[in-house]
């Protein structure tokens, strides 16, 4: 199926919508165009939309944890928001809720990241 990753800012939030697959043949793609709009020094919190995410795995979860590291380092946040079920069980049994925050929607994660819409 492969994957679609629309990119999209609001004020220092980078918001990143994921639809398809996240695994070993995606997560590299995704990695990068998320790495490349960090190093701007524009963004410090990042959003993860992931209700259009059907399947993914521990190469996702990586994606995810990177990410989650980085924009730390950088003194932000790493809200996930959006989350399907089948996605969900397989955070919730990873354990990565004990680290990351999520909303039932992007426009409560955008809110709970300080910015009003």
């Known amino acids: 199926m492969g994957l679609s990753v629309e990119v999209t800012d ?5 918001v990143v919508r ?38 993914m795995d521990s190469s996702g979860l990586g994606v995810l944890l990177g990410r989650y590291k980085r924009v730390s380092q950088l ?3 790493m809200i996930l928001c959006a989350v399907n079920p089948s996605i969900y069980r397989l955070m919730e049994l990873s354990g990565l809720f004990k680290i990351l925050p999520i909303y039932q929607s992007e426009q409560s994660a955008l ?5 009003t819409l």
């Open 10 to 14: 609001s004020r220092n939030v980078l």
């Open 18 to 55: 994921l639809a398809g697959e996240l695994d070993h043949h995606t997560a590299e793609k995704v990695r990068n165009e998320i790495d490349e709009k960090l190093t701007t020094g524009l963004y410090t919190n990042l959003v993860f939309n992931l209700s259009g995410l059907t399947f």
């Open 75 to 77: 003194g932000g946040n």
């Open 111 to 115: 809110q709970a990241c300080g910015v």
